[in-house]
């Protein structure tokens, strides 16, 4: 259960970051503002279940990698190779904490 509570605030998570960017009137701020304390709230029901440092990592991870996905593929805006090892760099490190837990 912990992870789908993780799935859920990272899936907002993207909501959220992509709602600061197109939010426009106070109609749109009020999704931004309903993702951002959706987000928050399933973080803390994930990290009563596990860890919270790896909730929250997995959290940031997710949210980041579902972003930059937004960002490339729906908005088109290009990749760099520099973003493009950041990205692979924090990947990497999130599997090395996984593994490092087990």
Known sequence: MAWLYLFIASSFE???AIGLK???NLFEWSFTVFFIVGSF??????AKKMK???AYVFFVVLGTLGTFLFDTYIIENPVN???????????IGVVKLKQIGD
């Open 81 to 91: 190779f520099i973003s493009l090892i950041a990205i692979v760099m924090i990947i």
């Open 52 to 54: 919270p440092s790896y």
């Open 41 to 46: 709230l399933f973080l803390f029901l994930a």
């Open 22 to 24: 197109y939010s426009r």
């Open 14 to 16: 993207i909501l959220w």
